[in-house]
């Protein structure tokens, strides 16, 4: 990873490990977050996706 790539990087899981404390979210439902990203990821960024299937 290029360096500016890994400070994002780092600064992406600051923030959501910040919201979780702020929030207060356990390790639990933290450990969700891949799943609900990748599911996101699929329903909203593959181009010519038809909603139907």
Do not use: W
């Amino acid at each position: 990873m290029n360096n500016q790539r890994e400070q994002a990087f780092n600064d992406l899981v600051t923030y959501i490990c910040k919201q979780c404390q702020e929030h207060g979210f356990t390790l639990r439902e933290l450990e969700k977050i891949p799943s609900l990203v990748r599911k996101f990821y699929y329903d909203n960024a593959i181009p010519y996706r038809d909603k139907r299937d």
